[in-house]
């Protein structure tokens, strides 16, 4: 089982629309969760970091965490094209940070 | 804020040649430092992370090494290069999270 799973997509919504991105983790030890953004070509860029369960909001993104189920989720809300791109989701383990593979993310207008 | 420096953007090497990636770290002290490799499609797979000057920990056996000869240098190196070292090489650092240089794409010929 991968640490870090996540759907490898592409998630296809429309512009103006919710998306909604998912993960799940192997362990119960973890305690720090992390999105990134990363664009065709480029180095990651971090969006979102959540620590405790329940919900973190950041303008028109929001990270969902429930320890007890081993998942955590992003949602863009009012997507854009601008939005698409490759969302990874990651895990602090000790020092180290442990990625997903990424869902790939495209809003059409 | 730190900034992480990563050079050089682009790099085509033969088989069997020598490598060395440098990555400098700037607005912070006493950093965790990693590398990671992204092949073409796929995550990021960290190599190896650093703690401190002359403390390295190795994830995946490979004909790669690392060493952090100063506080805020990371060196990525390989005596002899392999088809499969090609990939997305990015460096990056923890301070307040994670945060990525701007990467060293190597193709390998």
């Known amino acids: 089982q991968k640490e870090v799973e996540q759907n490898s997509g592409p998630l296809s919504v429309p512009e103006g629309a919710i998306a909604s991105l998912n993960c799940t983790y192997s362990?119960?030890?973890?305690?720090?969760f992390f999105w990134y953004r990363q664009y065709s070509g480029k180095s990651p860029e971090l969006i979102m970091s959540i620590y405790s369960n329940g919900d973190k909001e950041d303008g028109r993104f929001t990270a969902q965490l429930n320890k007890a189920s081993q998942y955590v989720s992003l949602l863009i809300r009012d997507s854009q094209p601008s939005d698409s791109a490759t969302y990874l989701c990651?895990?602090?383990?000790?020092?180290?940070?442990?990625f997903g593979t990424g869902t790939r993310l495209q809003v059409f207008p | 804020s730190q900034t992480i420096h990563q050079w050089p953007a682009t790099l085509v090497q033969p088989v069997g040649s020598p490598l060395s990636l440098e990555c400098t770290v700037e607005?912070?002290?006493?950093?965790?430092l990693y590398w990671y490799r992204q092949a073409a499609g796929r995550g990021l797979q960290l190599l190896f992370y650093?703690?401190?000057?002359?403390?390295i920990s190795s994830e995946v056996p490979q004909n790669l090494s690392a060493s952090r000869p100063q506080d805020r240098q990371f060196i990525l190196s390989s005596k002899k290069l392999l088809l499969s070292d090609s990939g997305f090489y990015l460096c990056a650092s923890a301070q307040y999270g994670y945060t990525f240089g701007s990467g060293t794409r190597l193709t390998v010929v």
């Open positions: 990651a895990k602090g383990n000790t020092d180290k940070l442990i």
């Open positions: 650093s703690v401190g000057i002359g403390q």
């Open positions: 362990d119960r030890v973890s305690q720090s």
């Open positions: 607005g912070t002290s006493n950093p965790n």
